[in-house]
Nanobody
Framework: QAQMIESAGGLVQAGGSLRLSCEPA????????MAWFRQVPGKERECVAA????????YYADSVKGRFTISRDNAKDTVYLQMNDLRPEDTAIYYC????????????????????WGQGAQVTVSS
């Protein structure tokens, strides 16, 4: 059972934009560090972006720098991923993740650092 709930993904044309959001499922809690991962069939899950609880530490994969923005609203227990200038190679299932480790200052890129996961949202970018 998914512990995080993502907004729906979608189909968008190349160059378009899409915003994903994620919040804890009922009876679950948000995490300290939070992140967005993506996965395509036959490949490992990769970290797209991660953010510390304070927001002061942020990680982006090289492939999305300058196009994607991760942010969070701790009052709403919600993390966002704004995706601009989308490309066909961004097509993947996107997963939200949250860490239970009480670290306010760091963001992590390794999937093993995260304890709670969403069910995934399909993002398809057409050329």
């Amino acid at each position: 059972q998914a512990q995080m709930i993502e907004s729906a993904g979608g189909l968008v044309q190349a160059g378009g934009s899409l915003r994903l959001s994620c919040e804890p499922a009922r009876h679950s809690r948000s995490g300290y560090a939070m992140a967005w991962f993506r996965q395509v069939p036959g490949k490992e899950r990769e970290c797209v972006a991660a953010i510390s609880w304070t927001g002061a530490s942020i990680y982006y994969a090289d492939s999305v720098k300058g196009r994607f923005t991760i942010s969070r609203d701790n009052a709403k227990d919600t993390v966002y991923l704004q995706m601009n200038d989308l490309r066909p190679e961004d097509t993947a299932i996107y997963y939200c993740a949250a860490s239970a480790k009480p670290d306010y200052n760091n963001a992590y890129a390794a999937p093993g650092q995260y304890d709670y996961w969403g069910q995934g949202a399909q993002v398809t970018v057409s050329s």
